[in-house]
């Protein structure tokens, strides 16, 4: 019950968050509602038993990447969003067809989805850093030092494209 | 106890959400925040299906366990892909901005920078 209470709230709280971005016409509005998305999901997480991945979407989603999207809209200073007319087919053809893949999703997972099960808060310590490191550093590992090369390359990447020509 | 449908739907919505906002924004900031947006939806059902099947052990078709941890280890791989794609993207939006001195993308249709 209790439960089922805390993911109304914060799933409440997402969504109010998600269409505040797509209402506000100033990016740093947007980006701050972004950041309370971030962080109801982060809770969303930890009651899914999720604790380190709770810690790492608060520090590295909501602290890192977003404080990196208010430094470059201060940057550029950039101000409210103009209204001009986009591509049609955008509007006439993908709006509605995310309208029709989402409708169809939610209408099959609200009448078999009772035959999937449920999710509940475990007592046993599933999801906790020990665990999860060592998945990472036997199963994964390979994939895992790829992403070490592949965080140079975008770091070597933003530098070049960062600097000033001339 | 909550149904897993639960979880799939907030994570459908907030995915459909980013589409709306990649489809109709006109700020270059924003797409990207949408983008995000897109990628914590996903992030959501994959940390909601590793719960589901520590409570549910199952076997794939081979034969062999599945093992629920796995999720949490796909979320932390989209985590640090999506804070490399922020850093570069973060980058050519700069680099956009001063050639062009716009953040419309309606603005911005040449691969030229």
């Known amino acids: ?166 | 106890m909550v149904p897993l449908s639960w979880y799939l739907i907030l994570s459908a919505i907030l995915f459909s959400l980013g589409v709306f906002g990649f489809l109709l924004k006109r700020n270059i900031i924003t797409i990207f925040m949408s983008i995000e947006l897109m990628l914590n939806a996903v992030n959501l059902s994959f940390v909601a299906f590793a719960n589901y099947w520590n409570t549910h052990p199952a076997r794939l078709a081979d034969g062999t366990a599945i093992i629920p941890l796995s999720g949490h280890v796909f979320v932390f791989f989209v985590m640090v892909v999506a804070a490399a794609e922020a850093a570069v993207g973060l980058a050519i939006i700069i680099s956009i901005f001063r050639t062009r001195e716009t953040l419309n993308v309606d603005q911005v249709n040449l691969l030229k920078l």
Request: hydrophobic share 60%; glycine share 10%.
């Open chain 1, 1 to 166: 019950m209790v439960h089922q209470v805390l993911f109304i709230i914060f799933g409440l709280i997402c969504v109010a968050g998600a269409v505040n971005l797509l209402v506000q016409r100033h990016p740093i509005n947007s980006a701050l509602s972004l950041v309370v998305v971030m962080a109801s999901l982060a809770l969303i997480y930890l009651l899914l038993g999720a604790e380190f991945l709770a810690a790492i979407q608060v520090i590295v989603y909501a602290g890192a990447i977003m404080v990196l999207f208010v430094f470059v809209i201060m940057l550029l200073n950039a101000g409210a969003e103009e209204r001009t007319r986009g591509s049609h087919i955008a509007l006439f053809v993908g709006v509605p067809g995310v309208v029709v893949l989402a409708g169809t999703v939610a209408w099959l997972l609200i009448h078999s989805g009772s035959r999937l099960g449920g999710v509940t808060i475990s007592s046993s310590n599933f999801g906790e850093t020990h665990a999860i490191a060592r998945l990472l550093f036997q199963n994964f590992l390979l994939p895992f030092e790829v992403t070490s090369v592949l965080i140079l390359i975008a770091i070597m990447g933003a530098v070049v494209l960062g600097k000033r020509e001339g």
